[in-house]
Structure formats: C-alpha cells, structure tokens
C-alpha cells in the first residue's frame, strides 16, 4: 500500500455501505417474518389439500432464503466495521509518523521512504523508513483479510449445507457458524492494527496518538487487550476494571476462559448461572445468609458437591440460577438499566419477551449473558452458556430470534454491589 492511498482512505464510503446493507437486512428479515407468521398460516388454514402443503413449503423456504441472504449482509457489516476502525487506526499512525519526519525537515516517498534534503542527515531519516513501511505494510495486510473474509462471505450459497434444499439446518449454520465468525473477524481486524507484541514504550506512544474516539473504539471492542498493554495508562485500566463491586476484566477472562466450559453447567438451563459465577469471580459477593432467603445471591456448599442437592433452592439462590429473578435482583439491588448507547462490556444482557410466544409470558425474561464487547458501530458481543457462544453479535442474532421466538425486549443491567 501506498502512503497516498492510506492517506486517500475513506472511511465514509464503507459506512454508507454498512448503513445500506444494515437497511437491506432489515427488509429482508421482514419479509421472512411476513411469510412465516402470516402468509403460510394462512395457507394452512385455509387450504387443506396437498397443493397447500406444497405451497407452504415453498414459502417457507423463501422465507428461510431472506434469513440467510439478511445474515450474509449483517455479516459483511460486522466485517466492514473491523476493517473501517483498522484502517483509521492505521491513517492515524501514518498521519503522526509523518508528521514527525517533517518536522525534521525530511520528506516522505509514496513508497514510505524517508529521504533528506540534506544528504549529511540521510542516516537519520532512514530510522523513520521502516516505521512508516511498516504502518503501510500493515494497513495492506489489514485490507488484504478484509476483502478475503467478503469474498469468503459471499461464496456462501443459500443452500449452506449443500444437502440440496434450503432448510432450517441451513438457517442455523449460517447463523452459529458464518454469522459468529463474522463477529470474531471485526475483533481480530482491529487487533491487527495493535501493537501488543510491542515495547511499553511503543504502546505508550500508540495510545496517545490515538484520538479520544479511537481509544474509546478499543476500550469498548478490545478491552483485555488494551487492558494487557504495559504501555497503557493505569487510569485507563481502572477505569476498564469499573467501580461497581466487581473486576470488570476479571469477569471478562472468566466468561472467554469458560465459554465453552460444559462441566461448569449443572442446570437445565446454565445462562444466569455463567452469569453470576462470572460475577462472584470477578469478586462481587454474595448477599444472604441462606440461598431460601428472599432478595439473597449466592450459593452454599452444596453447589460444590455432586450429590443429589446440587441443585437451586438447597444450594444455590433463584436469583443466581434463573435469568428473570437474576435481572431483577440487581435491578433492586443497586444496578441500574442503561441504554444501548451507554453499554459496557462487563454489563449483562436479557432477553425479554414482547411478542407472542407458545409458553412465555409478555415481559417475561427468558436468557442472560454477558456484554464482552462493543463494536465500533455499537453492535453488542456477548458470551452466554446453554448455548455456550463466546463474542457473538446481537445485531447479527438477535433478528433470527424475533423471527423464531416473537420479538424481544433487550434489557441491559449494569450491577452494582451496594450490600
């Protein structure tokens, strides 16, 4: 890559891409939701032969059709979003280290080398020749995993599994394969354009060259990242660690370390019980004295045996192991609701019915996780258990889910140990 085209980077066309693919998607996840919900009942009902169930069928699958092609373009979003804040990470470094070489009155090459006027100062400038390369070299390499995560995206047919029909199975695995590894791309883009391999001194420098929007992006996407960097400010790693009772990083590595920990699951359901377990090893502590106590938190020994009693109600409280009680505790317990705007990782997820559902109640919730993450556009990432999914977009799923299950009011809690 050229020092011209760097500098040429304009982060402005790739959004108004994202914004016309986000638009796109959400069309096409309407028209899914259309056809399932009313036009093949309606088919059903109405007409009983066999050219109904044909009919229906088609339908469905048309409807699963919009489901994977409005998943292929949320999915190129969340990509574009890693690849647009690497970028800029990456003008910005060029921007200084230019900036730096001029002020010695030296100049710039296309190619990224640094020259001299004065031929006596040569030596000098080529220090700067393999720094601004590097940035260059860099940035190429970023654009070059971009455009091969589109073009992998793209070659993606409908029929995902290649069995001959587009069906459910097709659904799913563009959602918990392609989709969520579309999620792990916009994270590992940005990491390219970190230097944590880097000297404390070199971090250093990193981070203040950055604008105040850039660090926030890395802070919200990449917090344990920034979070091990030697070179970044201790204020800024307080800042990450919070002050509501809790290690806000510890919580994070507990739910990456144990995302896929199934020997930690000992309930039908597991989401709120990953959730405090997070919580409490984070250093939350728990509330109560006995876990059949109203408004308590927490668990006895019992949860650490395995017998027959291990199991909510003797050994561990219903706020700890169900995801309705567990939201509601920490919102009369000191946390506060906040909005998608104000999200931090460290902060919980719920799902809460609003749509019609065959046995959840309006209002009723139904699944916790844990927010590890936010993308440079504001998609939330977030791990749960039952299923075990570790930095998986709520843009990308969330849409599947109202389709399947009726729509879903997402509440974010933000806890705060205040007992």
């Known amino acids: 890559m050229l020092v011209s085209e760097l500098f040429g980077f304009k982060a402005g066309e790739f959004e108004r891409l994202s ?44 409807a699963r059709s919009c489901e994977i092609l409005a998943m292929k373009l949320r999915g190129a979003v969340s990509i574009l979003d890693g690849f647009v804040a690497a970028m800029q990470t990456q003008r910005r470094e060029l921007e200084l280290a230019v900036i730096q070489a ?35 070299s860099d940035a190429s390499a970023i654009d070059s995993e971009a ?36 999620a792990q791309a916009t994270l590992d883009l940005m990491r390219q354009s970190m230097p944590t391999d880097a000297s404390a001194e070199e971090q250093r420098e990193w981070w203040e060259g950055l604008t105040d929007e850039q660090r926030q992006q890395f802070m919200l996407a990449l917090p344990l990242e920034v979070y091990g960097m030697e070179g970044v400010p201790e204020e800024v790693k307080r800042e990450l660690e919070g002050d509501d009772g809790y290690n806000r990083m510890t919580m994070l590595q507990f739910a990456l370390d144990n995302a896929n920990n199934r020997d930690m699951d000992i309930f039908d359901s597991n989401c709120a019980h990953f959730v405090s377990s997070a919580l409490e090893a984070a250093g939350m502590k728990p509330k109560g004295w006995v876990t059949l106590q109203d408004d308590a938190w927490g668990h006895n020994e019992f949860s650490q045996w395995d017998t027959s009693w291990r199991d909510f109600g003797p050994s561990h409280t219903y706020s700890w192991v169900n995801a309705e009680a567990n939201q509601n505790f ?21 799902w809460e019915q609003a749509g019609d559902h065959p046995t959840l109640a309006e209002g009723e919730t139904s699944h916790a996780a844990i927010v590890t993450g936010v993308t440079p556009s504001g998609d939330i990432l977030y791990t749960q258990h039952t299923d075990s999914r570790d930095n998986v977009s709520l843009n990308g799923r969330l849409p599947h889910t109202n389709v399947t299950k009726g729509d879903q009011n997402i509440v974010i809690v933000r806890p705060r140990e205040t007992w």
Not at 33 to 39: A, E, P
Not at 123 to 128: C, K, L, P
Not at 335 to 342: A, F, H, L, M
């Open 147 to 182: 455009t091969k995560l589109l073009g992998e995206l793209e070659q993606h047919a409908l029929d995902v599994d290649k069995d001959g029909d587009v069906d459910e199975d097709d659904v799913n695995t563009m959602r918990d394969e392609v989709l969520d590894g579309t």
């Open 19 to 62: 914004q016309a693919y986000t638009s796109s998607a959400q069309d096409l996840t309407e028209q899914a939701d259309t056809i399932y919900g009313r036009d093949s009942e309606k088919l059903s009902s109405n007409w009983k032969d066999k050219y109904a169930s044909k009919a229906r069928d088609e339908m469905e699958r048309e």
């Open 330 to 350: 920490f919102l009369n317990n000191g946390g506060e609701r906040v909005d998608r705007s104000d999200v931090r990782p460290g902060d919980i997820i719920y």
């Open 102 to 136: 001029e002020a010695h009155s030296y100049y710039v090459n296309d190619d990224g080398q640094v020259r001299a006027h004065d031929p006596t100062k040569q030596s000098e400038a080529d220090a700067y020749t393999p720094v601004i390369q590097g940035i260059l």
